[in-house]
């Protein structure tokens, strides 16, 4: 069974004629003990899926649809439940562990009030599963006692996972959890998170604008472009070969780490998604696609299925030309994406 079944999730900010559809139609699974990716550039609308998957959205977001989490609809819990369920049924993984934890507390206090909070554990015992908790994080006991400035980015990373894990969550969703650090120390934070869940058998969902980082991490692939999910499937069947142009020009653009092609400066992806609240008509992709016939300003296309396991958004699908050369007459040679 799913711990996480998304079903056509939309989440709009604002309203009238500011309005900002950043999730436009999601639908996820995720199965026990599965990692699942979800790629994308800035913008695509990652975090705002992240966000809404634990109703922490401000105020002014508008979500219709479903979020199971474990067979329970997120979007139509009670606030008790909801509180209950954002520790112990899932919790989140940020990108800055500098803005998610509080700086005039210590750490091993801040990841004892989660456990206080929900186990209602005696401040001896939660103390106790703290030291436990920053021990299987790769940090000393005795960090406890530290403030976040007195401990370095990846070990600020290592405290927010040890929160994450603090009340046995079914599932984590890491945003972007290691795109503030640097190369060496998050591939250490990376294997840290696959090897927790692995463990814990914990279900994850990962989010990064890079494909390279997801491929190696996770058993299936999700890329979001404007909101929408345009591709999904295997993680090596994505990376590998994406059917969408989209996913492609990620995974050029973001190369395996320790692929001998990373060495190569990572082939740049032209311009920029579009703002949500002046999408291209047609596939929104379209403008910044070598691929794109003149129906494609026109008509948006559905996810369907390409291939086993593999769902893609693009008109090329099945048609047995995608990725293979420019299909737009008179376009020449494809340009590098
Ligand atoms: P990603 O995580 O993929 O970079 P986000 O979910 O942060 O994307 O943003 C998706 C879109 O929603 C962007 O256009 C962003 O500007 C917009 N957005 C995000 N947060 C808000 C907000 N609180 N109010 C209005 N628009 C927002
Ligand atoms: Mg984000």
Same mark, same amino acid.
């Given at each position: *069974?799913?711990?996480?079944?998304?079903?056509?999730?939309?989440?709009? #900010?604002?309203?009238?004629? !500011?309005?900002?559809?950043?999730?436009?139609? $999601?639908?996820?699974?995720?199965?026990?003990?599965?990692?699942?990716?979800?790629?994308?550039?800035?913008?695509?609308?990652?975090?705002?899926?992240?966000?809404? @998957?634990?109703? /922490? /959205?401000?105020?002014?977001?508008?979500?219709?649809?479903?979020? *199971?989490?474990?067979?329970?609809?997120?979007?139509?819990?009670?606030?008790?439940?909801?509180?209950?369920?954002?520790?112990?049924?899932?919790?989140?993984?940020?990108?800055?562990?500098?803005?998610?934890?509080?700086?005039?507390?210590? $750490?091993?206090?801040?990841?004892?009030?989660?456990?206080? /909070?929900?186990?209602?554990? %005696?401040?001896?015992?939660?103390?106790?599963?703290?030291?436990?908790?920053?021990?299987?994080?790769?940090? =000393?006991?005795?960090?406890?006692?530290?403030?976040?400035?007195?401990?370095?980015?990846?070990?600020?990373? !290592?405290?927010?996972?040890? *929160?994450? @894990?603090?009340?046995?969550?079914?599932?984590?969703?890491?945003?972007?959890?290691?795109?503030?650090?640097?190369?060496?120390?998050?591939?250490?934070? @990376? !294997?840290?998170?696959?090897?927790?869940?692995?463990?814990?058998?914990?279900? /994850?969902?990962?989010?990064?604008?890079?494909?390279?980082?997801?491929?190696?991490?996770?058993?299936?692939?999700?890329?979001? #472009?404007?909101?929408?999910?345009?591709?999904?499937?295997?993680?090596?069947? $994505? #990376?590998?070969? %994406?059917?969408?142009?989209?996913?492609?020009?990620?995974?050029?653009?973001?190369?395996?780490?320790?692929? =001998?092609?990373?060495?190569?400066?990572?082939?740049?992806?032209?311009?920029?998604?579009?703002?949500?609240? %002046?999408?291209?008509?047609?596939?929104?992709?379209?403008?910044?696609?070598?691929?794109?016939?003149?129906?494609?300003?026109?008509?948006?296309?559905? @996810?369907?299925?390409?291939?086993?396991?593999?769902?893609?958004?693009?008109?090329?699908?099945?048609?047995?030309?995608?990725? !293979?050369?420019?299909?737009?007459?008179?376009?020449?040679?494809?340009?590098?994406?």
């Amino acid at each position: *069974m799913s711990v996480l079944e998304v079903r056509n999730l939309h989440v709009t #900010y604002g309203s009238g004629n !500011r309005a900002v559809p950043a999730v436009r139609g $999601v639908d996820l699974s995720l199965a026990g003990g599965q990692k699942l990716g979800v790629a994308g550039e800035s913008g695509c609308g990652k975090s705002t899926l992240a966000l809404a @998957l634990l109703r /922490l /959205l401000p105020a002014s977001a508008r979500l219709t649809g479903e979020i *199971m989490l474990d067979g329970e609809d997120v979007l139509t819990m009670k606030w008790g439940r909801l509180r209950a369920v954002r520790w112990a049924g899932a919790s989140i993984v940020f990108q800055g562990a500098m803005h998610s934890l509080n700086a005039v507390h210590r $750490v091993g206090d801040q990841i004892a009030e989660p456990i206080m /909070l929900h186990r209602k554990s %005696a401040p001896a015992e939660a103390k106790r599963r703290v030291g436990e908790l920053l021990q299987h994080v790769g940090l =000393p006991a005795a960090r406890a006692d530290a403030y976040p400035h007195e401990l370095s980015g990846g070990q600020r990373q !290592r405290v927010m996972i040890a *929160m994450a @894990l603090a009340c046995d969550p079914q599932l984590i969703v890491a945003d972007e959890p290691t795109t503030a650090l640097d190369v060496m120390i998050q591939a250490q934070i @990376l !294997r840290l998170i696959e090897q927790l869940v692995a463990e814990k058998d914990i279900s /994850l969902l990962m989010i990064s604008h890079d494909l390279g980082v997801l491929a190696d991490t996770c058993d299936r692939l999700a890329v979001m #472009y404007a909101g929408r999910v345009v591709e999904e499937g295997p993680a090596r069947a $994505v #990376y590998g070969r %994406a059917e969408h142009p989209y996913g492609r020009a990620l995974a050029a653009a973001f190369p395996r780490i320790g692929d =001998p092609a990373s060495r190569r400066a990572p082939r740049g992806l032209p311009g920029d998604p579009p703002d949500p609240s %002046a999408l291209p008509s047609g596939c929104t992709f379209h403008p910044r696609c070598t691929l794109a016939l003149d129906s494609c300003s026109e008509q948006d296309q559905e @996810l369907v299925t390409a291939g086993e396991g593999r769902r893609a958004a693009c008109v090329l699908v099945g048609a047995g030309t995608a990725g !293979r050369g420019p299909a737009r007459a008179g376009a020449g040679t494809e340009k590098q994406l």
